[in-house]
């Protein structure tokens, strides 16, 4: 990817046919569905690739167990169906994980083995492996530091573990590869229209500070929590549609589970779920439901709800974690559906819907990463459906993502590159394949690459979404910023003043990863 070739091609384009607004996983996720289908695309994010919600989840591609409790079977149906299908086109960035459900009293085990059975039913032949009740013993072999006071046994079930942000480079690598342009730092800033139908977008490059204008047959908006921001451009007077709801993780040391299978707690204080999930060497503790009144780019944790991860994943914990203890913190943002009703955040569903405005604008509201490949083809036959697009099936349950390889070693942090792993270690000498950190994995080659092949501009994008290390290590990203920084401007050919201006907005940033 190269984004002086993407404003190239701007100018060679007199109408899309589809312009996409947004780049996070439905975004990405349409944009990679059009040019299967062989419609003429162009991606828009006012940021990075994937720095909304899409790098800020649990990292699970999974059916939902908490969905299955809330009895949201077709959601249930439907995310095992796209786990199975992301799991076979994008086996080196999908693992199979198992999970195990402690319990303490005699009726949970039964209860969570039945509920786990019709689990795996539902997935049918794209199961990833049987669910079994297991002994108080066993359950402490396979998580030895599970909480033993009053144990009685658990239950393992299986789901997919990815690294969400890299599903989001992969996708955009993907679409680039079928011929779409997408530009990063493009932020619309109004819709096109010819009486009352939309035909295109206003938007600024806020690297090159330039406006510009682009007509297309369709305009999808696929900007997640922001997504009434754009419907408002079409139909200012329109009622409340989303509201955000926020979810926290904080990350742990290794020590905290010992163990390569994820802990799921299966009712806490508010009647939620919460995972405890081994990744990339560290641990991911999470999440939280709390209405926001207002959206926000850089969404921060509150002391809530840290105190909260930390007192119900501490029940289950023999070696229990402090706030001082945290390695990062990180906040999403849910675009839930407003309801009338008084229904609590956690009682919305996670389903997508499609919005067709009478304008002809498309909006996605809701969804989950597991989900975005349904949630990309919807959107597409929506606008297929108002005749704004030539009728072409949908072909992205077969189509393999960028780097695809069977068999990757998922000890090897290399292996989110899939088949192209060596191509990124020889960009430079051999000494540029040393991690410039003992705690998170970083190195030249990877800085190199994520320059030229996947338009990093800033050291946020390196350091946040490139490679996850604010997500695991906050602190020790700080350190390493300004070694990552000089090596971006001698590839960008930048100056100390460059240099100066990207640490002091990162350190910025970092302070809301910080505990
Ligand atoms: C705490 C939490 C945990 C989750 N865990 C999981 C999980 O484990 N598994 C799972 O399947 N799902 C999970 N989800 C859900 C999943 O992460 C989201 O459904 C998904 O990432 C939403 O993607 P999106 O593309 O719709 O939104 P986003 O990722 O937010 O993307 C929208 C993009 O639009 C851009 N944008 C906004 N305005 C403009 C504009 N004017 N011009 C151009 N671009 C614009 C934004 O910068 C942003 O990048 C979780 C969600 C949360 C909050």
Not at 278 to 302: H, I, M, R
Not at 306 to 325: Q, R
């Amino acid at each position: 990817m190269n984004r002086s070739d993407s404003l190239v091609n701007l100018n060679k384009v007199d109408q899309w046919d589809i312009i996409v607004i947004g780049g996070g996983a439905s975004g990405l996720g349409i944009a990679v569905d059009a040019s299967k289908r062989g419609y003429k695309t162009l991606l828009l994010e006012k940021y990075d690739f994937g720095k909304g919600t899409s790098s800020r989840s649990t990292k699970l591609i999974h059916g939902g167990v908490r969905y299955l409790q809330n009895g949201d079977i077709t959601l249930v149906i439907e995310s095992l169906k796209e786990r199975g299908i992301l799991k076979r086109n994008a086996p080196h960035l999908v693992r199979d994980l198992s999970f195990v459900i402690p319990s303490y009293d005699w009726w949970s085990s039964p209860f969570y083995g039945i509920g786990m059975k019709i689990y795996d039913m539902m997935a049918g032949n794209l199961g990833l492996g049987k669910s079994i009740m297991i002994s108080k013993k066993e359950t402490i072999k396979l998580i030895p530091n599970v909480n033993k006071k009053g144990l009685r046994g658990g239950v393992i079930y299986h789901d997919g573990q990815f690294d969400d942000s890299r599903m989001a480079m992969t996708l955009a690598l993907t679409a680039d590869s079928k011929k779409t342009t997408l530009l990063n730092y493009c932020s619309v800033e109004n819709l096109l229209k010819d009486q009352d139908e939309v035909i295109g977008v206003k938007f600024h490059d806020n690297i090159n500070f330039k406006k510009y204008e682009a007509r297309s047959k369709v305009v999808i908006n696929a900007t997640g929590v922001f997504a009434e921001d754009i419907i408002r451009m079409d139909q200012p007077d329109i009622d409340k549609m989303i509201q955000p709801s926020q979810g926290v993780h904080i990350v742990l040391e290794k020590k905290f589970l010992k163990s390569k299978h994820a802990i799921l707690i299966p009712q806490t204080s508010d009647g939620r779920v919460l995972f405890a999930v081994p990744w990339k060497n560290y641990v991911v503790v999470g999440t939280t439901d709390t209405q926001v009144k207002k959206a926000s780019d850089e969404p921060k944790p509150l002391k809530d709800e840290i105190e909260f991860i930390l007192n119900n994943a501490s029940k289950y914990m023999s070696l229990k974690p402090k706030m001082t203890d945290i390695k990062s913190v990180f906040a999403g943002l849910r675009p839930l559906a407003a309801t009338s009703n008084k229904k609590s955040t956690k009682e919305v569903s996670r389903s997508h819907k499609i919005d067709i405005a009478p304008s002809g604008l498309i909006s996605v509201l809701g969804g989950k990463w597991t989900t975005y490949r349904k949630i990309a083809e919807d959107a597409i036959d929506s606008a297929i459906s108002i005749n704004k697009l030539k009728k072409k099936k949908c072909k992205t349950e077969k189509t393999k993502l960028f780097g695809f390889k069977k068999r990757v070693e998922w000890s090897d942090p290399m292996h989110i590159y899939g088949s192209l792993k060596s191509k990124v270690e020889s960009l430079g000498g051999s000494t540029d394949n040393t991690s410039l950190s003992d705690k998170i994995f970083i190195t030249n080659n990877i800085i190199k690459w994520s320059i030229i092949h996947e338009m990093a501009m800033t050291l946020e994008d390196i350091l946040a979404r490139r490679t996850r290390c604010i997500f695991l290590d906050a602190e020790e990203s700080k350190r390493i910023a300004p070694m990552v920084a000089k090596k971006m401007a001698e590839i960008l050919e930048k100056d100390q003043k460059w240099i100066d201006k990207e640490l002091k907005n990162f350190n910025k940033l970092i302070k809301n990863y910080i505990v």
